[in-house]
């Protein structure tokens, strides 16, 4: 049984109002997407820029509302949940976002970032300290982080704090939104393996979403590749890489003839 199961998702956007207030122009960001993700596994989400890709990730953590379709996590329906199970879902529906700079609160010490999740679910403040230190361990930073501010801290280490936030409710499944594509090639390829690293300790489900097919590849047992709001290719990341059914793929991997 899968972890997650999508069915015929459609994501609509209005472009703009005409004359009466009618609608000009619709756009479709996701066009009757349907994939699963077993528990334990990385589905790799590739594509180029504007294809659809971070919506789709967060309409599955319903950050963004989808216009149709179904959305099952853990045997749970996700859209028609009420606010309170919807709550107890995102316990173990989690994300680490694209801009290590924008998702962290300038305001707010370290602490308060990586424990806010567990705070938002009803604990203490003051009974999560242990907790944080370990999270900050887990991905590779000491302790004193903790006391600091997001400013004292590079890219690399930025994202590493907001691995740590995901981590912190310990959810099963975490969508990974281009976490490296705002990093140095090196930093980047260090945060992808203690995202691997992490996924084996913690028992966690990936979704992972890339424009970098190399990265995908490395990190991923399949790979769905989407182009223009629709999944083109579906398939074991050894098949796509090796033998791609579709044109699109093959444009991707021609793009990067390091894979």
């Known amino acids: 049984m899968p972890l997650l199961e999508v069915r015929n998702l459609v994501k609509v956007y209005s472009s703009s109002e005409g004359v009466f207030g009618k609608t000009a122009r619709e756009i479709r960001a996701v066009n009757g997407v349907s994939f699963d993700i077993h528990k334990g596994e990385t589905l790799g989400l590739v594509g180029e820029s ?11 953590l319903r950050l963004v509302e989808p216009t149709s379709g179904e959305i099952q996590f853990d045997q749970q329906d996700v859209l028609s949940a009420s606010p309170s199970v919807l709550r107890r879902l995102r316990r173990n529906m989690q994300i680490i976002f694209q801009d290590p700079f924008a998702s962290l609160d300038p305001r707010m010490r370290i602490e308060e970032i990586v424990t806010e999740p567990l705070v938002i ?31 004292e801290f590079s890219g690399g280490q930025r994202q590493r704090i907001g691995i740590a936030r995901a981590l912190i409710l310990r959810p099963k499944f975490i969508v990974c939104d281009e976490p490296v594509s705002a990093l140095d090639v090196s930093v980047g390829a260090q945060i992808v393996n203690l ?15 890339s424009h970098s097919m190399p990265v995908v590849r490395y990190l991923s047992d399949r790979i769905a590749v989407m182009r223009a709001g629709e999944i083109v290719e ?24 390091d894979v």
């Open 50 to 60: 504007g294809c659809g890709k971070s919506t789709l990730g967060r309409m599955i």
């Open 121 to 151: 679910h009803g604990a203490s403040r003051s009974g999560v300290r242990d907790q944080a230190r370990e999270m900050m361990q887990a991905v590779g930073l000491d302790e004193s982080a903790l006391r600091r501010y997001p400013h």
């Open 195 to 209: 995202l691997k690293q992490l996924q084996q300790q913690f028992g966690l489900t990936y979704l992972f979403i």
């Open 234 to 257: 579906l398939a074991s990341s050894e098949e796509i890489t090796s033998t791609p059914a579709h044109e699109y793929t093959r444009t991707l991997l021609a793009a990067t003839p």
